[in-house]
């Protein structure tokens, strides 16, 4: 009995709320003041005047959640602006109640590789359906934003004996409703969902936006152990983020003072051991750590949105490069660059690369883009096709990369125009002697021959690997056994002695059958 009175009561709370704290109700209030005034004089004024807003708090429209989509520029700062005042306000009423409180992040892993997949109109309608099903989880008076970058915040109303238990619960509701399967563009998606959440009782600060920092980095340290990780926040996780904060600031001043550069790998023939071009691989020489590899920095620079710039640096140093070595009378026919996602999502990358070989006089042909087979599996029918197939036609040699890990089909790699595979260094090792090895890279072969790609492998390391590829039939070789990445400086003398020893050293060729 109680129970259903409570039920029915809600209901008409609802139906309440929907006429005072709807839209509609700011259309008919001025009408209503004139007429309250016209009737009744001051007296009914005064009456409206405090009778609306007692009737707007017994509908709840004080406590009333919401949902806010992302967007960018002053909205977007206006978003944050009122997510970290609901905060501040629910810590407000937490402390003065004796409740707790708690902020939570949640957001669907790899959302970027599934906008990739199925498209940005695809994408959005099913985080409209995640933000219609969050709701089922939380209490009515719990409110919901939603964040630019596809994230979803929410903060929970004071409530008693909140502790560190019932939040992990929470959370797992959270995850259940978010990774409940959808249907995408008619095929069903599994989805995987990190959260990440801090107790208000566990603020490191005294305001809203000390709470939502804290979440923040809960968050981050769930999508860096995910998929499907929970995480509450600790001290550890600050600290740790701060530390990435400042390697983050130190990557971005060392791309534009130069202390990132592209060291050159070269990529010879195995018909006629000529050099056919260099990789240009980034490094970071730090002033105090000495030489860093990729591996110490490139995911600082992707978490801070650096990786663009990065390309442009590459890009610009490795053309410099290979006018040098023009200028020089060497005959270096190309130089590869490694190109990223999210240069690859830029419109105007196209018109960005002829400018800058025209800039430095050099053809199209002379440049070849290297693709991640990852990026070519995942990628739709969208700005990423339409810009390798863009850079195909201009004439830029496009390079599908660790070949073998990405699972890329046949059609895709026509699709996107591919005029090489580099053959992963996994399929490389012990080429010489495992007789397996042998066959998945005869198997490469094979079908690159049928399809009538160029090839190369990467990562050979011993000349047994490198007889053993050139008698299989692969085009060319690039790895440590040739020789290992080294600074611009070094390439001219490297060209040299390599050239010299080809007048003196016999030829490795493929077996004629």
């Given amino acids: 009995m109680l129970s259903s009175l409570k ?34 004089g001051e007296t009914w004024l005064l009456a409206c005047a405090i009778g609306l807003p007692v009737l707007f708090a017994l509908a709840g429209g004080f406590a009333r959640p919401f949902s806010l989509s992302g967007t960018s520029g002053p909205a977007a700062k206006g978003i944050s602006a009122m997510l970290e005042q609901a905060l501040q306000n629910t810590l407000w009423q937490a402390v003065h109640s004796g409740r707790n409180t708690a902020c939570f992040m949640l957001a669907v892993d790899n959302l970027a590789d599934i906008k990739d997949r199925y498209g940005a109109a695809a994408t959005e309608a099913m985080l409209q359906t995640i933000v219609s099903r969050i709701p089922g989880a939380l209490r009515e008076e719990d409110r919901i934003f939603r964040q630019q970058d596809g994230s979803f915040v929410v903060v929970l109303a004071p409530m008693r004996h909140l502790d560190l238990e019932t939040a992990l619960q929470i959370a797992a509701r959270l995850q259940v409703v978010v990774e409940d399967p959808l249907s995408l563009d008619a095929a069903t998606v599994f ?37 499907s990780a929970i995480r509450a926040y600790s001290d550890r996780m600050r600290r740790y983020r701060d530390h990435r904060n400042m390697q983050a600031d130190e990557a971005a001043a060392a791309l534009e003072s130069g202390q990132i550069v592209p060291w050159f790998q070269p990529q010879i023939s195995t018909d006629t051991g000529q050099i056919t071009g260099f990789e240009a691989l980034a490094r970071w020489q730090h002033p105090d750590r000495g030489l860093l590899p990729p591996s110490e920095f490139l995911p600082v620079l992707e978490q801070s949105d650096q990786l663009e710039r990065l390309g442009e640096v590459m890009l610009y140093q490795a053309l410099t490069a290979l006018r040098a070595w023009d200028m020089a009378g060497l005959d270096i026919p190309r ?31 002379r440049l070849a883009v290297e693709i991640l087979e990852t990026v070519v599996a995942a990628a739709p029918d969208d700005i990423i096709s339409r810009n390798i197939n863009g850079l195909a036609k201009l004439g830029c040699f496009i390079d599908l990369d660790d070949f073998g890990t990405g699972h890329a089909s046949l059609a895709s790699m026509q699709r996107f125009a591919v005029s090489r595979i580099k053959i992963d260094r996994s399929f490389i090792i012990k080429v010489d002697h495992d007789p397996a090895q042998q066959r998945m890279v005869n198997a490469i072969l094979s079908m690159a021959e049928k399809l009538d790609l160029d090839t190369l492998a990467e990562g ?26 080294m600074p611009f400086a070094q390439t001219i003398d490297w060209v040299h002695n390599h050239n010299a020893k080809l007048q003196s050293a016999p030829l490795i060729r493929k077996n004629a059958d």
């Fill in 335 to 365: 130089v590869s660059v490694n190109f990223a996602t999210q240069e690859l999502h830029n419109p105007k990358l196209v018109d960005k690369l002829r400018w800058e070989l025209d800039r430095f006089g050099l053809l199209p042909s």
């Fill in 191 to 227: 989805l995987s969902c990190s959260i990440g959440f801090c107790l208000g009782a566990r603020n490191p600060g005294a305001g809203g936006a000390d709470l939502l920092d804290a979440t923040q980095a809960a968050f981050q340290d769930a999508r860096q152990n995910g998929p």
């Fill in 460 to 485: 050979v390391e011993t000349p047994d690997e490198h007889a053993m590829l050139a008698q299989l039939g692969c085009r060319h070789v690039q790895g440590f056994g040739i020789a290992r990445p």
């Fill in 7 to 40: 039920h029915d009561l809600a209901r008409l709370q609802r139906a309440l709320r929907t006429v005072v704290t709807g839209p509609q109700a700011l259309a008919f209030l001025p009408a209503l003041a004139l007429a309250a005034f016209w009737l009744g």
